[in-house]
């Protein structure tokens, strides 16, 4: 049985449509699916209705949230959402809230970038953009102008968060977020909580303070950890008795990670939909 319960689309940030990774998701041979787009849910439905048989779909979101880095400032972070209620409105409407947030950041990055030299019309890729705009849509129009020569070059370069163009934004606080995702049923997991290369991480003694607001669990398997971190986070996760995740975090050709690249024991699965209010 193989479970991968991180993976985008075009609703976020992915390159295939949602009923395109239902399909290959199962192609890949997955049991199980979480479709976990940025800030939104706004794929669900189409990729419910595209299931295949034999393939389960879990309705899941990538929250866009800020925690307390190891020097002590604040670092971005984002937190998985599984099996909540889209319906309840104080999550509803901080999710649309994020979304603003994403598309002044944009513009204001595509602003940048124009005033040095490197013009991206901001309104063309808004329109081509689902409905969580990010840096790769960004990414995206930088390749077609021939700025850069691949998604890694973009991130490297013009898009980097410690890059000259780079902009901020207003995330959730990991407190709030939490707290949000159970008050809406659902149970969360951090997202890839040790990615060293994406650069400064959640400092450990924060995750620990975050277990009794109701984190559910954090991702241990994952592209981007190295063999000590992943060590580290399973550690922590067996300290604390959290759920253990794996995912491959598959973004299409966006990523090079594949479908199942990374996955999740049963049990740990289990342990969600158990924790999960309907």
Request: glycine share 10%; proline share 5%; aromatic share 4%.
């Amino acid at each position: 049985m193989l479970i991968d319960l991180h993976t985008h689309s075009t609703a976020s940030d992915g390159t295939d449509s949602p009923a395109e990774l239902v399909h290959a998701a199962s192609a890949a041979g997955l049991s199980v699916v979480a479709l976990t787009d940025h800030d939104t849910t706004s794929g669900w439905d189409e990729a419910a209705a595209a299931v295949p048989p034999g393939l389960t779909l879990v309705r899941g979101m990538e929250l866009s949230c800020t925690g307390r880095g190891e020097d002590g400032e604040p670092v971005p972070v984002h937190l998985l959402a599984y099996l909540f209620d889209p319906e309840n409105e104080a999550f509803a409407a901080e999710r649309a809230r994020l979304r603003g947030e994403r598309v002044t950041r944009l513009r204001a990055i595509a602003e940048n970038m124009a005033a040095d030299g490197l013009p991206i019309d901001p309104d063309a890729v808004l329109a081509s953009a689902g409905a969580a705009a990010g840096r790769p849509h960004l990414g995206r129009a930088l390749i077609d102008a021939g700025y850069v020569p691949d998604m890694n070059a973009a991130f490297a370069g013009p898009l980097a968060t410690s890059g000259k163009y780079y902009v901020e934004k207003v995330d959730t606080p990991l407190e709030a977020a939490i707290q949000m995702i159970a008050a809406a049923g659902g149970v969360s997991v951090l997202a890839h909580a040790r990615a060293r290369a994406r650069g400064r991480i959640l400092d450990l003694d924060h995750i620990r303070e975050l277990t009794p607001l109701g984190l559910g669990g954090v991702e241990v398997h994952h592209m981007d950890h190295s063999h000590d971190d992943t060590v580290v986070m399973a550690d922590l996760a067996a300290e604390l008795d959290l759920i253990v995740t794996g995912s491959s975090d598959y973004h299409g050709t966006n990523k090079t990670v594949k479908l199942g690249g990374y996955t999740t024991a049963p049990d740990q699965y289990d342990r969600i939909v158990a924790a999960a209010r309907p």
